[in-house]
């Protein structure tokens, strides 16, 4: 199993609309970095739900459960590709960057190291101590 974060704008996609649909095909990736780990995702990885931009905030876990696939919202043929993603559990305490940079086991996760990325891989270790904050 892979761990991973992916980053919403929780104006456009927030996690009370993921619970609320049920699911979703991650669409909209155009970093060819971050789709390179869209194809490396495999139904059963973890995947942290973070709110980007306004709240800065890990608010959530879901899992995915389909692998990489044509993105429906990208022109055919293009290369681009989407995972479907869904919602395991919120959060109790969501957790914000600030408590992520404070924390000194946290100090290699990639949120901090390539924070205009919006699909990373995580350290089992990260995945494991963003869930201990948040509990």
């Known amino acids: 199993m892979n761990y991973w ?14 619970l609320r649909d049920g699911y979703t095909d991650w669409t909209g990736v155009r970093n060819y970095q971050a789709r390179n780990y869209l194809q490396q995702m495999q139904p059963g990885d973890l995947v942290l739900f973070y709110h980007s931009v306004s709240d800065k905030t890990v608010v959530g876990v879901a899992a995915v459960s389909k692998a990489a696939a044509p993105d429906a919202t990208a022109e055919p043929g293009s290369g681009w590709v989407a995972v479907e993603l869904q919602p395991q559990e919120a959060l109790a305490h969501p957790v914000t960057l600030t408590r992520i940079k404070q924390d000194a086991r946290l100090h290699q996760i990639g949120l901090l190291r390539q924070s205009r990325l919006s699909v990373m891989p995580l350290r089992p270790e990260d995945f494991d101590t963003v869930l201990e904050l948040g509990s």
């Open 5 to 18: 974060l992916v980053k919403s704008e929780p104006e456009k996609y927030s996690w009370t609309d993921f």
